[in-house]
């Protein structure tokens, strides 16, 4: 690994873990009718940072590496500390699918980001469905289901959001990056 790999992926993740520190609970306060905003900064921003870390450090476990250092940087002061070890996670496993994808031998473009986040975005919410059926039980789940199909459609929703961000920010970079050539 190389420094500016190390660099970028502790920047990141301090990035990720401050906003979803101080701006998250902000944030998760707003919604719109049934829409609230509760867990949109730690979705919008991680997926864009994953998005712009995939195109600035290559090469297979420093998404994963930083989800990773996140999900325990912003895990650990939940008030419900299962629930943010569960949520974290996801949040972890998230990284890894979208690491795992993002390194796949395809042209990276706009529209692959997009399909990446979306398979990463729902691999994220599996740990948090999985423990609500075995704390609710499958027919509890079901009763509850409709509730948190719409929680994962919001979340796959925030991370399409943030991967594309995250696709822009990549554009003005290496547009950046020939005029200063």
Do not use: C
Request: aromatic letters at 12%.
């Amino acid at each position: 690994m190389k420094t500016k790999d190390i660099v970028l992926i502790a920047s990141f993740s301090a990035m990720w873990t401050v906003l979803q520190i101080y701006l998250g609970p902000i944030v998760g306060r707003f919604s719109i009718g049934p829409l609230s905003f509760h867990g949109s900064v730690n979705r919008i921003v991680g997926w864009l940072l994953m998005t712009v870390l995939a195109e600035q450090a290559v090469g297979f476990g420093k998404i994963t590496l930083m989800a990773v250092i996140t999900a325990l940087g912003t895990r650990s002061i939940r008030g419900n500390i299962l629930e943010g070890i569960i949520v974290g996670v996801g949040y972890a496993f998230g990284g890894l699918i979208f690491d795992a994808l993002i390194n796949l031998k395809f042209q990276r473009g706009r529209g692959f980001y997009i399909l990446v986040s979306i398979v990463s975005g729902l691999a994220a919410s599996i740990p948090y469905i999985a423990s609500k059926i075995y704390f609710l039980g499958f027919p509890g789940f079901m009763m509850a289901s409709p509730a948190y199909i719409f929680s994962i459609a919001k979340g796959v929703s925030f991370s399409i959001l943030g991967s594309s961000l995250g696709s822009g920010v990549n554009a003005s970079l290496r547009y950046l990056k020939k005029a200063y050539r």
